[in-house]
């Protein structure tokens, strides 16, 4: 399965790097969703991404919407990422990479990385954006664009 622009992203229920339980569910219907599928913790094309989505973090929040990033990494690895770069949104760890799969995230390289792919979602669950690359440093930009673009409709 792979999900595409106009498809509803399917509920699902993750490990947040505070040991929470998050449930997209509680989120869709109230904010637009910006979800980032990368890789791994601490490598520098991951740090550089999470990196530019917290240097933006105020504007998608004035914007309503939420910023998540998903990677098999453990939650205790989230906690020590999101601590020592700074980072003020959600970190979902996703072991057994079903949300990955739900979503269709292809790996790269023969499949040997996790790939990085970023949504958009509005409100009702709907996917308004999707972009895949290994090049981290487009992907908040594009996802800020098309934020700006579901706040003005």
């Keep these: 399965m792979k ?27 109230d904010k637009v969703l910006v979800i980032y599928f990368y890789p791994k913790n601490f490598t520098p094309g991951c740090t550089k991404e999470a990196c530019s989505f917290r240097d933006s973090y105020e504007e998608f929040k004035k914007l309503g919407a939420e ?3 998903i990677s098999s990494d453990s939650v205790e690895s989230h906690q020590k990422f999101s601590k020592k770069h700074q980072l003020p949104y959600t970190f979902l760890s ?53 934020v700006k673009k579901i706040s003005n409709e």
């Design 3 to 29: 999900l595409k622009i106009g498809d509803k992203i399917p509920s699902f229920t993750l490990t947040d790097h505070e040991g929470n339980l998050f449930k997209s569910n509680k989120v869709i219907g």
């Design 67 to 69: 910023v998540v990033g």
């Design 94 to 146: 996703d072991p057994t990479e079903d949300i990955r799969k739900k979503f269709g995230v292809k790996g790269h390289l023969l499949g040997l990385i996790p790939g990085r792919e970023t949504f958009v979602i509005d409100k009702n669950g709907i996917i308004k954006f999707k972009f895949n690359s290994l090049s981290a440093s487009q992907h908040m930009e594009k996802a800020l664009e098309t």
